[in-house]
């Protein structure tokens, strides 16, 4: 039996209360993963379990600031485990990457001069580029682009070599794209870069729902993901090598703790939110069976989804050529499926996508359009300025019928025009 075969979504949607909504009268289709993902009753059922036993901050020497000290630690090991870092003090939250990576960028551009480089690259959200556009425009430092490829729209990992050089401090470059679907192969990004002496700061906030992320295989120094892309509550989760976070000057209120995890986060945190990390994740390993560490049973889950999801873009893709005028963009050959997640970018002829959406919607299927900030990647296919593309992006909640539905609407759609 096959892995996709061995995965059933039908219990598994039982756990998610947001399934069962309805749009005039039919069950709505969450195709907007890609945007934030939906949650399980375990994952709201820990955040109101935090706020009903009794909600403190850290540091008091009482029963429910102690709970709330405790609430951090399981999600910073948690997270651990999911990224596969070393320890937990590697792990710091946020209120959002976007947030995080502000922070961070300015803190890591004390340690450039004028004259430095840093590399970003067009594939990425723009939550990886700005930041460090703009800490490099404050210290006077280059920046340098790595270009993707049109026809496919992936990295042009074969152009990298040539832009880093001895003054290159960093390469921000994502995991996979959050438009297009690209992933990226990171194992060669960091190795190249690594060589030439630059630190590698990773945006996985689209791949983390999708494949197993394993920093320490990996060997990027920053990570950044965001947890209510994958079930969870709206959390940003920051990943450093230990020695990086500790030498590194954060931009912090006094007092404040002078070692990592704790320099990193600011403020108080949303502990009901990091009741809802652990659960996440733990509801992320219920799929990965009962054998094993926490760890095991992610890597076996990540596999068993990815493999179905796999299987749902196979049969997008194969419905998609019946679809008079619908383009697809980014990689559509079903041998390279494991180049990329289950997101895709198309358009169809004679509508906006900003149209196609608002058709879609009003039949419960649910999909976004525009840029969904990817504002390089929309630049570099020339299509900023036309309203961008429709975004369908697949979970392991979804089922094969509902693809069949999102089909049958475009091709109906189509026959109008």
Not at 166 to 179: C, D, F, G, P, V
Not at 267 to 275: K, N, P, R, W, Y
Not at 325 to 344: A, M, Q, S, W
Not at 395 to 408: F, I, K, W
Request: with cysteine.
């Amino acid at each position: 039996m096959s892995t996709s075969a061995m995965f059933d979504p039908t219990a598994v949607r039982e756990q998610f209360p947001a399934l069962q909504q309805e749009v005039n009268g039919e069950t709505a289709v969450y195709f907007d993963g890609p945007g934030g993902t939906q949650s399980p009753q375990s994952v709201l059922d820990a955040m109101s379990g935090y706020l009903a036993y009794g909600s403190s901050n850290l540091g008091g020497p009482f029963l429910t600031s102690q709970y709330a000290v405790e609430i951090v630690a399981q999600a910073r090991q948690a997270m651990a485990d999911l990224l596969n870092a070393n320890r937990p003090e590697e792990i710091s939250f946020g209120q959002n990457m976007t947030s995080l990576t502000f922070s961070f960028s300015r803190a890591l551009a004390r340690t450039w001069q004028p004259g430095d480089e840093i590399i970003v690259t067009r594939l990425d959200h723009d939550a990886n580029i700005s930041p460090w556009l703009m800490a490099a425009e404050d210290r006077g430092v280059t920046v340098r682009w790595l270009d993707l490829n049109p026809a496919d729209a992936t990295m042009r990992l074969d152009e990298l070599s040539g832009l880093l050089n001895e003054k290159t401090r960093l390469l921000a470059i994502t995991a996979a794209s959050n438009a297009v679907g690209s992933i990226t192969d990171l194992d060669t990004a960091v190795r190249l870069a690594h060589d030439a002496g630059a630190l590698v700061y990773v945006d996985a906030v689209h791949y983390t729902p999708h494949g197993s992320v394993d920093v320490q295989e990996w060997d990027c120094d920053f990570l950044v993901c965001s947890v209510y892309k994958f079930f969870g509550p709206h959390t940003g989760v920051l990943y450093g090598k230990h020695e990086h976070m500790e030498s590194l000057t954060a931009y912090k209120v006094r007092p404040a703790p002078a070692h990592a995890p704790g320099k990193w986060e600011t403020g108080t945190q949303s502990f009901e939110s990091l009741a809802g990390v652990t659960a996440a994740v733990e509801y992320i390993a219920s799929l990965g069976g009962d054998e094993g560490s926490r760890r095991q049973r992610l890597e076996r889950a990540m596999a068993l989804t990815k493999s179905y999801e796999i299987q749902l873009s196979e049969q997008f893709l194969a419905g998609a050529t019946a679809v008079p005028g619908l383009k697809v963009y980014g990689i559509t050959d079903v041998e390279r499926l494991d180049e990329r997640t289950p997101t895709f970018a198309v358009s169809l002829e004679g509508y906006t996508p900003a149209e196609v959406a608002a058709e879609l919607g009003k039949q419960g299927i649910f999909v976004w359009d525009g840029h969904y900030y990817a504002i390089a990647v929309m630049e570099r296919l020339g299509l900023l300025d036309k309203g961008g593309l429709v975004r369908i992006g697949f979970a392991h909640y979804n089922t094969p019928q509902e693809v069949d539905r999102l089909l049958a609407a475009l091709r109906a759609l189509a026959k109008t025009r």
